[in-house]
């Protein structure tokens, strides 16, 4: 598992509140992202990270935020949960012999009600 | 807009078969394109990845076809396994812009015994 940590791993919250989903690594990766799945559109990047308080923006980052004050730590933040945001979300990490590969964590199961 | 096309959706085929998942892609500047396996309630994992400086790449029993002019790659499951039971994705990535994957929409594939 690349020594990925997600947290929480489920997650039923309501419209309109906040919400924030964790990624923890032990491996002192440099770059870091954060996905969501859903049926029929594969995986899509929301926002990735490549260092300490570096990061950017990916195809579907509208609604979400993010943080990396630490290495080890990428943070995604769902300002005002919408139902659209229901979704399953997976954090990784780019390592690998030639540091070109990504290794995925377990998945976060978001439900917004 | 899907910048990579996966196809079929779901497949099944019998134990011993050889199951093709195709995928074609629109940004010529993707220069990484690896395959990832999914089991339910699972993360993503790497199966096999290939380059387009080749053509083909051999992984045990999975196989990528690779053809840059088509802007077209496939994965072939050999001797297919009940074993192998599970959700493939496609993906595409510029290594040089942060290995930010592109993904297919993923192919559920059954192999019955």
């Known amino acids: 598992d690349a020594g990925i940590t997600q947290s929480p791993r489920h997650k039923v919250t309501e419209t309109g509140t906040p919400v924030t989903l964790r990624c923890h690594q032990t491996e002192n990766h440099r770059y870091m992202y954060w996905y969501r799945q859903d049926p029929g559109h594969g995986l899509r990047l929301i926002h990735y990270s490549y260092g300490v308080k570096d990061t950017d923006k990916g195809e579907v980052s509208d609604g979400y935020s993010v943080s990396r004050s630490k290495t080890e730590d990428f943070l995604l933040t769902l300002e005002s949960a919408t139902s659209s945001q229901t979704s399953v979300y997976f954090c990784?990490?780019?390592?690998?012999?030639?540091?070109?590969?990504?290794?995925f964590g377990q998945g976060t199961r978001l439900t917004v009600v | 807009q899907q910048q990579v096309k996966q196809s079929p959706q779901s497949l099944i085929v019998q134990k011993g078969g050889i199951p093709i998942i195709n995928c074609a892609y629109e940004?010529?500047?993707?220069?990484?394109f690896p395959w990832y396996q999914q089991f339910p309630g699972k993360g993503p994992a790497l199966l096999i990845a290939?380059?387009?400086?080749?053509s083909e790449k051999k992984e045990g029993r999975f196989t990528i076809s690779f053809n840059k002019s088509a802007k077209q790659f496939s994965l072939h499951i050999m001797d297919s396994q009940p074993g192998d039971s599970a959700t493939y994705f496609c993906a595409a990535s510029v290594e040089t812009s942060g290995s930010r994957l592109t993904f297919g929409e993923g192919t559920q594939l059954t192999v019955n015994p």
């Open positions: 290939i380059r387009p400086d080749v």
């Open positions: 990784a990490i780019r390592g690998g012999q030639l540091n070109t590969e990504a290794f």
């Open positions: 940004n010529t500047a993707f220069d990484y």
